[in-house]
């Protein structure tokens, strides 16, 4: 299984011959130039954990030029379609079979509008059962109890997890997260964007070590194997 991270909160996933995108939010992100050629990325289906700016910005020019399949809240494909996205698959947060797999739609304690103000439904994460490896997007998210509930579906492999603080979780509640979710490979997310939610990259991969488990801080560009 390969993840690609496209900078903030977006990365892909490619299992089975499936290429899998979160969050697109490319070319409004400073970071990504010269790293991230957003005409270059593919997808056969763009998962959406929620509605804000920075996890939508690239959605329709993306959906539109790939063709693939946007999962989302109701109101968040409400949005796409409106857009002009026409491959969709509306959910709420629950669980759903597709061909590649159970997916569960879990809650995210976070907000989510859409850029025209409009209501984007619930935050949520993506929970995926039967990828060749098992793993867990918490989306835009403080800490939650609900996340005590991810290792009673499935033992990860690794999880995807926000630790930029101030919007979401840092990186001392991203350890407890992952204590909760049971699952010691942590790819973070969602840090240095923006002013408010830089980090020491040195210093959180040093908290993980001390707790007895992992932070990858992946480069913008970088493909990992997992
Ligand atoms: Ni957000
Ligand atoms: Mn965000």
């Known amino acids: 299984m390969k993840f690609t991270f496209y900078g903030h909160a977006c990365f892909g996933i490619e299992t089975a011959g499936k290429k899998f995108l979160f969050d697109p939010f490319i070319t409004p992100n400073e970071l990504t130039k010269g790293k991230v050629d957003v005409n270059a990325v593919e997808a056969d289906y763009i998962f959406v954990s929620h509605g804000h700016g920075d996890h939508v910005a690239d959605l329709v020019s993306i959906a539109k030029r790939t063709g693939a399949t946007v999962i989302g809240t109701y109101e968040v494909i409400e949005w796409a379609k409106k857009n002009g996205v026409e491959n969709v698959h509306p959910l709420n947060l629950g669980a759903k079979q597709f061909d590649f797999g159970k997916l569960h739609f879990t809650p995210a304690a976070h907000s ?22 098992k793993f867990y997007y918490s989306g835009d998210t403080c800490l939650s109890m609900e996340m005590q509930l991810i290792p009673r579906y499935s033992a990860l492999d690794f999880a995807i997890l926000p630790v930029g603080g101030n919007f979401t979780m840092d990186v001392d509640d991203a350890i407890i997260a992952s204590d909760f979710i049971k699952c010691n490979k942590i790819i973070g997310v969602h840090f240095d964007t923006f002013g408010y939610i830089k980090i020491d990259h040195e210093a959180a991969k040093d908290s993980f070590r001390t707790a007895g488990k992992e932070l990858i801080l992946p480069e913008i560009g970088e493909t990992i194997e997992l």
């Not at 509008?113 to 059962?129: E, K, Q, V």
């Open 112 to 133: 989510s509008s859409m850029p025209d103000g409009s209501y984007g439904g619930n935050p949520g994460g993506f929970l995926f059962h039967d990828t060749d490896k």
